[in-house]
């Protein structure tokens, strides 16, 4: 099995920044593609970035486009997600996910493993 455990997240100023971090122990993970989602309550949850395997490639949701990068050390067994410009609507919590598939994929079910999520909320 793998294990995925958020953390970084937290009470911040709209404009500031944050960054959040999964690490991930379990199958070996520089073969999972992964992928960050958020849910706001009462809202579905949404896909925000992913990162290939490689970490050659990555893709980003419009609302976040510019504002947040994501990364990953594969010797740490850890991905990133660097928020910057956050904005109240950034609130949220925050999924790590991994993929078994090759390819970026940005619809949720195709995920194999989650993380619990980590809280940010960005006040105005």
């Known amino acids: 099995q793998v294990q995925l455990v958020e953390s970084g997240g937290g009470l911040v100023q709209a404009g500031d920044s944050l960054r959040v971090s999964c690490a991930v122990s379990?199958?070996?993970?520089?073969?999972?593609?992964m992928g960050w989602f958020r849910q706001a309550p009462g809202k579905e949850r949404e896909f925000v970035a992913a990162?290939?395997?490689?970490?050659?490639?990555?893709y980003f949701a419009d609302s976040v486009k510019g504002r947040f990068t994501i990364s990953r050390d594969n010797a740490k067994n850890t991905v990133y997600l660097q928020m910057n410009s956050l904005k109240p609507e950034d609130t949220a919590v925050y999924y790590c996910?991994?993929?078994?598939?090759?390819?970026?994929?940005?619809?949720?079910?195709?995920?194999?493993?989650w993380g619990q999520g980590t809280q940010v909320t960005v006040s105005s």
């Open positions: 990162i290939s395997w490689t970490g050659g490639r990555t």
């Open positions: 379990g199958r070996t993970f520089s073969s999972y593609t």
């Open positions: 996910a991994a993929d078994s598939g090759s390819f970026i994929r940005i619809i949720g079910s195709t995920y194999d493993y």
